[in-house]
Structures are given as C-alpha cells and as structure tokens.
C-alpha cells in the first residue's frame, strides 16, 4: 500500500475514534458541560477552542493555527491584512507628498527629517536610512501610537464612570487649577497631584499590554540561578510589575492612592511601568502622557460621566485579553456641567 492510502486509513480511524469519543461523552456528560464547540465537531472544535457563537475569533485563532491553509481562504481573517495594506499605501503616499515639497532648511516633521538624513547618508552603503526604513518607521509609530492612546482613554472613561468619587475630585481639581475659561496646557499638570495620580492608577489598573512586547536574548544570561540561553524569546510581563502585591496596597483595585504620599502629593513607584522599562521602552512615552492627561481634563472639564439610562453598573474586565487588554463595549452619557 502506498503512503497516501496508509494516511487515509489512518485518518479514517482517527476520525471514527473521534466520532465514538464523542458519541461517548455526549452520553455520560451531555452537550451542556462541553466547553464552547461547534456542534459538528465537539472534540477538535473544543481542542481548538472554537466557538460556533463567534465564528470570526474562531477563524483567527485558525489562522494563528494554520496560517498557509488559512492564506487561501477567505473570511473575516483577511481583514487585519487589508486594513495593514491601506495604512502601507496611505504612509507611501504621504512620504511622496512631503519628497515633492521637501525645503531642507525648513522641516515640518519626522518624514522631513529622515528625507534629510538620506539625502546625508546617499553614498553610505550601510545607512539605515532608507525608503523602506522610512515607510516601516512611520508605520510603527502610525500603529503604536494611535491604538493605545484611544483604548487607554476609552478605557479611563468607563473605569471614572464606575468611580464617581474619583471623578469628583479631578472635577474639583480641575475647577481649582484651571478654572471654566480656558482650556487645560501641559502646564498644569505639575498643580495637579490628584489628577496625576488618577491617571497613573487608570493606566496601572487597565494594564493595556500585560505581557509587553518580546525580546531575543542576546547571550547566556544568569538571573536568580536560573540560566536564560542566548536567542530565547522573553516576555518581560508589565502586569506583574503593575499588579505586585509589594508595591501597590490593593493591587486588584482601582485607588488612585497608590500613587499620593499622605501630603496629597504625587508618589513614584518603580514598578509603575505600562510603557515598560529599559533601553527600548515606549517612544511615545511622553507624547502619550501629555495626550491622556489633556484629552481627559479636557473632557471632565465640560462634562460629567452617567451611565445609560436602566444601567447602574458596567463590567470592567476586559472584553479581549491578549496582546492588549481591549475595554467591553459599553455606552456612556457626557452630561454637560
Ligand atoms: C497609552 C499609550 C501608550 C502605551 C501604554 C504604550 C506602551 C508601549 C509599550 C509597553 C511598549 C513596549 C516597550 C518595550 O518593548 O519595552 C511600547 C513601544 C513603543 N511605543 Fe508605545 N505606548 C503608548 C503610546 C505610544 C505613542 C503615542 C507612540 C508614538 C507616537 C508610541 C510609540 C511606540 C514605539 C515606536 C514603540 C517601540 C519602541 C522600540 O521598540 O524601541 N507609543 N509602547
């Protein structure tokens, strides 16, 4: 017999055993204590944990599964790859735009900048500063800074909504610093403490990317006796930095007094870390910082937080928890002040 009718022979068995395993448990635990499952296939929907209820996370867990058997597929997993190619082709049209208008001795922003150290660095066969590296740097700043501003303050919004004694004191802060008449400035920021605080809390209790993004280990390193081979790949996991019992009180809860000392003034912890640590943390850092605490200000100055009418209460735990942790979708009033 020839490989391909011993495999067929062998699936054929595998499936049949499937098919009687199934047909078994169904008898002795019913459908209802599986886990979630499409019902044609109980046991490989399960061991893949697909759901019939969400078929599009099912297909994208397929896909991380299978990803060349899924490339020839269509669905709903091919979204991500469109979107990524409109973001490509908007950048390249930009970067165009900005080479047609280039002024050396006037630069307007990062694109100029780098069209500027290529221009310097033509003859350099080892420049880093390419059109491709234009395009992929544009486009991980593009990605990394426009997706975790927006989630973090839609988080905030909720997390306020269901705090509403926190929310008082920023509106309190915010009428004592600021006033009604102006917007807020970066400026303010240092004559409010509490605000601060509330939003080093908001993004330590959200925990917007637990486990960080990756490193490869450049050589043989030792930590507490254990030996970390050289080209291993480590998460450095910011939730357990941002949910260490030895650091934060209440590391469970939301209580901007993690981070106000008894004078009611500011308080540092080192093991606040939501844009990581280290020699490649965010670039963003600071632009972010400026942006949260402005967008929120800006928003609690004019307005109050209310739940939807027939609504009390809102569930905090994140609706998606993977590479980031991604609010519920859930409606909210802004009541003008
Ligand atoms: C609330 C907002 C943000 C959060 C929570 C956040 C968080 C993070 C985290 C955890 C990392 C991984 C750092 C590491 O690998 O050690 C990172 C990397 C990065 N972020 Fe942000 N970020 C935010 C906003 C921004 C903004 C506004 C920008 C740019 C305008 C930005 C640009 C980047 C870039 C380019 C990297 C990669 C840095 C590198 O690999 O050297 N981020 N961010």
Redesign the pocket.
Known sequence: MDLLGSATIFLAICLACLFVLSAWRRKIYGTKNLPPGPMPLPIIGNFLELKAKNVSESLRRLYNIFPRIMDLLPGPHKTFFKNLHDVQAFISKRVKAHEETFDPNVLRDYVDAFLLKMEQEKHNPQTEFTRENLAM?VY???I???E??S???RYFLLVLLEHPDVEAKIHAEIDRTIGRDRLPSIKDRIEMPYTEAVIHEL?RYID??PL????LVQKETQIRGYTIPKGSTIY?I?SSALHDSNQFENPRKFCPEHFLDDKGAFKKNSAD?????????????G???M??FLFLTTILQSFRLKHPPGVTQIDLTPDVSGFGNIPRPHLLCFVPR
Do not use: H, V, W, Y
């Not at 960080?212 to 490193?215: A, D, H, I, M, P």
């Not at 939501?274 to 020699?279: E, I, N, Q, Y």
């Open positions: 740097t991980d700043i593009f990394a800074g426009t975790t501003g989630t973090s303050l993004q917007l990317i960080g993004l990756t490193r450095p910011l870390m939501p844009f990581s640590a280290g020699k490649r943390n965010c670039l963003g850092e632009l972010a910082r942006q949260l």
